[in-house]
């Protein structure tokens, strides 16, 4: 197993610039904005089809433009930041995590901790939902496809809290021919496996229990670009020692580099002393 998780950082991290000191609109109310757009579905509709497809929802169209244009802005502004890393046989792409998120690109961080969003969330899984614990850079994360071959393999994203996480996946940059291929009810041993496959839009939306849906994404070709932005809610945000080391060794290798993992978690020990 080989990895650039720290020699291909695109920049150093001690950067300082933000994505949103360019010019552009005011970013929008992010809970007027989704109460907005969810208010117009049929959520108790989509409450069935969440449960009948076994914790998953694919909708085309989800965030309002106005969210939408304020993710791209700050994604192409993140560009600098990503940290490639290559997993011979599994994944190749790059990554931001939510550290460098909460220093440049804020918007992101409010949209996550929306309590619209969250609310409707919750109403769909039929969980009470809470926000990752705040030393976990996978709690809002960019992922970059913007290579020939970037992709990542077949896998679940595996809980390694005491309750269950949830994965809400927005669609936020797709110039690629990428695509999200799925299976369903894999964990079920009643119910045959339903495979599927979506091409997620700009402002569009997947939400899914993360140990229950296999899905990869297919590689990129040359001259494409995919950006992708995910939110892990959790329902018990309480890990225990040794899953906690699992959890940071793999978000060190394979997605934000040894550097941004754990210097947060020495930054938290300092915080305590």
Not at 34 to 52: E, M, Q, W, Y
Not at 73 to 78: D, E, I, M, N, V
Not at 118 to 146: C, F, M, N, R
Not at 216 to 227: G, K, L
Request: net charge neutral; glycine share 6%.
């Amino acid at each position: 197993m080989s990895t650039h998780a720290e020699d291909d950082v695109i920049s150093p991290m001690s950067t300082e610039r933000s994505p949103s000191s360019s010019p552009t609109t005011a970013a929008p109310n992010v809970d007027r904005a989704v109460a907005n757009r969810t208010r117009t579905f049929d959520n108790p509709r989509l409450r069935k089809d969440f449960a009948a497809q076994d914790a998953f929802l694919y909708l085309e169209d989800f965030l309002a433009p106005e969210v939408t244009a304020q993710l791209v802005q700050s994604a192409r502004g993140l560009l600098g930041e990503v940290n490639r890393n290559y997993l011979p046989g599994h994944k190749q792409g790059g990554s931001v995590s939510r550290h460098t998120i909460d220093r440049l690109a804020p918007f992101i961080a409010e949209l996550y901790r929306s309590k619209e969003l969250i609310g409707w969330l919750e109403q769909l899984s039929g969980d009470k939902l809470q926000v990752s614990p705040a030393d976990d850079p996978h709690a809002y994360a960019l992922y970059y496809y913007t290579r020939a071959g970037d992709h990542i393999g077949w896998h679940y994203d595996t809980s390694y809290y005491d309750g269950r996480r949830y994965t809400l996946l927005l669609g936020v940059i797709d110039e690629s021919s990428c695509r999200l291929d799925y299976e369903l009810h894999t964990r079920n041993p009643d119910v045959p496996d339903q495979p599927g496959s979506v091409q997620i839009p700009p402002g569009g939306l997947v939400f899914f229990d993360g140990d229950k849906l296999r899905h990869r994404i297919t590689p990129a070709a040359a001259n494409e670009m995919r950006v992708s932005l995910t939110f892990e809610y959790v329902t018990d945000p309480n890990m225990r020692p040794w899953r906690r080391f699992i959890s940071n060794m793999k978000d060190a290798i394979a997605y934000f580099g040894f550097r941004q993992v754990f210097r947060q978690m020495t930054r938290r020990g300092k915080d305590h002393a």
